[in-house]
């Protein structure tokens, strides 16, 4: 049973260009979202939290469909430095009991 | 500010060794816990804990074992080590519902 599923990619695009990666997750009692970057050989890092109203920041858009169990992240203008893998993580209640399911990432890589 | 500092960095053990993960942070956060990571696999929970003295299972708990004496440590070891624990272990932090603070990791080969 997957319970949150990514499209692996990889995901190879120009700078400039605009992508977006999905995700679902199969537990309808999911309260908290994130997507979380992680560099080759890194460790993940938040890159935000994702609302159920969708939320901003510059150039990444995430947003989220309760009713379609589906998340999405949307990011414009890529830039060579954006190129990693993008990890959908979903919890259930509160999310700090354990309980946060990591996707396992779409790879992006943004070429010049 | 270190943030979460794992010990040591990279290891080798040979298969039926014991060894120990540390993992210390200094945000003054209640969770932590200790993840592996696998090609394929993404990250699994192995144990958490909610406070110093409490830890709990995860999803992949078997033949790890985790102890959280003071709030800022959380320790991982690994009694008998097995090929199959050949792995990339993050230990991570959090201040109640927040977001996961990750250690660099620590990688280990169980030959």
């Known amino acids: 049973r997957k319970e949150v599923e990514q499209d692996p990619g990889p995901f190879n695009v120009p700078e400039g260009a605009t992508v977006a990666f999905n995700c679902t997750y199969s537990?309808?009692?999911?309260?908290?979202f994130f997507w979380y970057r992680q560099d080759c050989r890194k460790e993940p890092k938040l890159l935000m939290s994702v609302y159920s109203s969708g939320n901003e920041d510059g150039r990444f858009t995430a947003q989220l469909n309760r009713a379609s169990q589906y998340i999405s992240l949307l990011i414009r203008d890529s830039k060579l430095s954006d190129s990693a893998t993008y990890l959908c993580v979903v919890g259930t209640y509160g999310g700090s009991q354990g309980n946060l399911i990591f996707g396992k990432g779409t790879k992006l890589s943004v070429k010049p | 500010n270190a943030g979460v500092t794992q010990t040591p960095k990279f290891r080798v053990l040979k298969t039926g060794q014991s060894m120990t993960l540390l993992c210390a942070q200094d945000m003054n956060h209640e969770y932590m816990y200790w993840y592996r990571q696998d090609p394929g696999m993404g990250l699994r929970l192995i144990h958490y804990?909610?406070?110093?003295?409490?830890?709990a299972k995860g999803e992949v708990p078997d033949g790890y074992n985790v102890s959280r004496l003071k709030k800022q440590n959380f320790l991982l070891g690994l009694e008998s080590a097995a090929p199959s624990q050949t792995s990339v272990y993050f230990c991570?932090?959090?201040?109640?519902?927040?977001?996961?603070?990750f250690g660099d990791g620590t990688r280990l080969s169980i030959l």
């Open positions: 991570a932090s959090s201040y109640g519902d927040s977001d996961r603070h």
């Open positions: 804990s909610v406070g110093e003295g409490t830890t």
């Open positions: 537990n309808s009692a999911s309260q908290s």
